[in-house]
């Protein structure tokens, strides 16, 4: 983003700001007292963490379901500074096309907890955990907060390198409530949530239950997204302390999309590759009559149908104690089952597939085999069973705040991947399971053990200063067995999958910061801190040592490899004043450099993508690539116009550049100097909000600059710029008696129906990348009340 566009957008915004804030003025002349009040209580955009040593920011339940009713928490934070989000749908439940990436690093080198509880990695392909928008309904969310350098060292996660998200459940009501919400718009919607609040009963106790059905028509085919959720919380305080059950239950079905493939081979690129289904006398009208696709196609063909399915039980038990005045014991249980698959009735002619099955049906006609229609079904077939344990003592002693605590996990997870029949007279459903394979290709077992320990203290060296230091040890053990190894000649230069033991052992990574009061309304922070990313645990694919291609490559990788680190330091200013600048009533913000070195980047190196996409792993080889230095500054900050304006922007630029180049074959790739793919440099969003009597409206913008597609950077995508409505308020007829707070909500997402690339899936080191599109303008009105 260069300093012309800079100016244009946000001299326009300033503009807008100064007319509607003398538009309010002139409305609030009389109404000092409130304007007064809302310098103490302004209309945040976002919540600035004034306690902690590091960046960290939070939405409230409130902001986020005005961006939509029933978003996803990760969706959420794209209004955050450093933040990139994209997903194919308004509410970001799609997993398989997602895209986040924070201060340069991806989606999966980040940390993720629902109170407290670890979700994993998110991610698409399950090992060990699952999405913030199946552990917990989005209206029960009570706030997230985002790490976007350095998380809490009692953060229960192997993966934060780059910050960690943290997702809070809504605790019950105080009083008995039954709270319904329906929502209708475009392709379909229909989101309907109910929940009942017990209020206080017995002694201390109060607890909740809903559930939520949600359905939407994929927009640019026939798919239908959604499914059921249930979350139970109950509540005891008592003398002894306070006990917290919850429990949540998942099924989900999400219709997957297709990527465009984009390189100067590929003459045919489309904006979407829609499936068929459910019109199957198209799908065969598509192919050949021996399964071919149209070769003017070329990788861009159409598949039947995709799809994740995913069922999901969690739960977990806490109890918080006060053993002393100055000292609290907090224990913490969870349990975790998923059961998921991914499906995929797609064309038998492509991709390699003829000499796979060739393998399993030598000699035989492989349509008839397959049920005679030119299809089969591929399946990736997942299992979670995890269990953990979380302990946290504070104590108080003089100065010092004392912590330490331990995180323990076991985690057996299987991946299978299998081919079944897609028979011409009998075609299956994506929202059916599969059953009678003809084909398990392989089956992963892996039994993993996690281990964290931390201990730190927070030191208040004066009344204004106080400084935090302690340090974090991970251990993991991963032992990954494969019951099911794939006959010879089913993988490219593989006869069989690595089986072992990987145990890693990290016993320090430190971690420093500290703030100062400079005022009561200024503060300063700086931290630094090392992270690892453990192995991943997932047999058959991926960026996983599991995933190569023999068991001398495997070795060769556990007696030589090191798991990724990274070591970010930050500093920054946060601001709260209350002003008296005319119209302009309070002002409050935060701004944030840092610099982070990121050592022992691993990196799948695979000449053949769009193969191992459909076949399945192993024909990569997992390396380490060097090193990535980074340097950024995040700016955001909230204008506040009495009550009834409030103007927020977050501007940040990130630079994330590999120092290495690295060899793929013979061959030296030449990435040193070069900048991450898939991450842009500049980002800037803001939101509007005005209030007018009962109505609320507000306008968002997210700016989201080139960005490089390879990891030699000759190929990018364009910037985008995306704006999306919301307007609410009250339904004053409807209130009364034993309905209260009737109300609505009506939102617009991609206001001003732009097209282009959303997210970008880098794969390759030159010449090619994929892409996913910008989502149509989508309309949403949402009806709530209580009762």
């Known amino acids: 983003m260069n300093k012309k ?8 915004m300033l503009a807008m700001a100064a007319n509607v804030a003398a538009a309010v003025a002139d409305m609030a002349a009389n109404e000092a007292p409130e304007i007064e009040a809302a310098a103490a209580a302004p209309i945040a955009t976002v919540e600035v963490a004034t306690r902690k040593t590091r960046s960290s920011v939070e939405l409230s339940k409130s902001d986020m379901q005005k961006i939509l009713p029933g978003v996803n928490p990760l969706k959420a934070l794209q209004t955050l500074p450093g933040v990139s989000f994209q997903t194919a749908d308004p509410w970001g439940n799609n997993e398989q096309n997602l ?4 201060h340069g ?12 509880v670890p979700l994993g990695d998110q991610q698409y392909g399950n090992y060990n955990g699952l999405s913030p928008q199946r552990a917990i309904t989005s209206e029960n969310v009570g706030r997230v907060i985002l790490s976007s350098g350095a998380g809490d060292l009692a953060t229960a996660s192997t993966s934060n390198l780059g910050g960690t998200i943290e997702t809070f459940s809504s605790n019950p009501l105080a009083d008995r409530n039954v709270a319904v919400q329906q929502t209708v718009g475009s392709y379909k919607t229909s989101r309907t949530y109910l929940r009942y609040d017990t209020g206080n009963f017995g002694d201390g106790n109060s607890a909740y239950i809903s559930g939520v059905h949600h359905e939407q028509k994929a927009w640019d085919f026939n798919g239908r997204q959604g499914g059921d959720q249930i979350n139970a919380k109950f509540v005891n305080n008592s003398s002894l302390g306070r006990l917290t ?37 198209q799908a065969l009208a598509y192919l050949s009559a021996t399964g071919a696709t149209p070769a003017a196609e070329g990788n861009n063909y159409r598949n039947y149908y995709s799809d994740a399915q995913r069922t999901d039980y969690l739960t977990y038990a806490k109890f918080e104690t006060n053993l002393t005045d100055t000292t609290s014991w907090t224990n913490q249980i969870y349990y975790h089952n998923d059961d998921g698959v991914g499906v995929v009735a797609g064309p038998i002619g492509v991709a390699g597939l003829p000499a796979l099955f060739a393998v399993y049906f030598p000699g035989q006609n492989l349509k008839q085999v397959f049920g005679n229609s030119g299809y089969a079904t591929r399946t990736t077939e997942y299992a979670i069973n995890r269990n953990g344990w979380l302990s ?33 007279n009998n075609p299956s459903s994506p929202y059916d399971r599969p059953s009678n394979p003809l084909i398990t290709q392989y089956g992963s077992e892996i039994d993993n053990k996690v281990a964290q320990l931390h201990l730190q ?22 032992d990954g067995q494969f019951p099911v190894q794939p006959k010879f000649g089913a993988i490219a230069n593989s006869s069989a999958l690595p089986v072992g033991e990987i145990i ?13 009061d400079i005022t009561a309304q200024d503060q300063a922070f700086f931290n630094v801190q090392k992270n690892m990313r453990q192995f991943v645990t997932y047999g058959g694919g991926g960026v996983s040592p599991w995933s190569l291609s023999s068991q001398g490559a495997f070795d060769l990788f556990k007696s030589t490899a090191k798991p990724e680190t990274s070591i970010t330091y930050e500093a920054g200013l946060r601001t709260n004043h209350q002003l008296n600048w005319g119209a302009v009533s309070a002002f409050d913000g935060q701004i944030n450099v840092y610099h982070v070195d990121f050592k022992d980047r691993l990196l799948q190196i695979s000449p053949t993508s769009v193969i191992t996409s459909i076949i399945g792993g192993n024909l990569a080889v997992l390396t380490n690539v060097g090193s990535v230095k980074t340097n950024g500054i995040d700016f955001s900050g909230t204008l506040h116009f009495g009550r009834n304006f409030s103007l927020y922007n977050a501007l940040s630029y990130n630079q994330s550049k590999y120092d290495d180049n690295y060899v793929s074959g013979k061959d030296i790739v030449p990435t040193a100097g070069k900048k991450v793919p898939g991450s842009p440099e500049w980002m800037d969003k803001f939101v509007a909000t005005l209030t007018v009597a009962d109505t609320e409206f ?64 880098v794969g390759a080191a030159s010449g090619t990348y994929n892409t996913f599109p910008i989502a149509p303008r989508q309309g949403f009105l949402t009806l709530m009340a209580d009762f």
């Open 698 to 761: 507000q306008l968002s913008g997210d700016y989201v600059g080139n960005r490089y597609a390879t990891y030699t950077n000759d190929l990018s995508v364009k910037s985008y710029f995306l704006t999306n409505l919301g307007v609410s308020g009250k339904l004053p007829f409807l209130n009364g008696g034993w309905l209260k707070n009737a109300r609505y909500r009506l939102n617009v997402t991609n206001l001003t129906n732009k097209e282009g690339d959303l997210n970008v899936v």
């Open 99 to 102: 895209s986040l990436f924070i």
């Open 457 to 478: 203290d927070e030191w208040r060296v004066s009344p204004d200063v106080a400084l935090q230091a302690g340090f974090k040890s991970s251990l993991q053990f991963a």
């Open 245 to 281: 059950i919850y429990a949540a239950y998942s099924d989900k079905i999400e219709p997957n999309e297709d990527s465009t493939v984009h390189s100067a081979t590929e003459k045919y690129q489309p904006y979407t590759r829609p499936f068929m289904y459910p019109n199957f006398q």
């Open 5 to 12: 566009f800079l100016a244009a957008l946000t001299l326009p």
């Open 105 to 116: 690093f991806s989606g999966q080198q980040l940390g993720y907890t629902m109170d407290g």
């Open 392 to 424: 946290t003592l504070n104590t108080e002693l003089g100065d010092h705040k004392l912590q330490a605590g331990f995180w323990l996990e076991h985690n057996r997870s299987s991946a299978y991947r299998r081919w079944y029949a897609l028979d011409v």
């Open 504 to 516: 890693t052992k990290k016993w320090f990574l430190p971690q420093i910061g500290g703030r100062w």
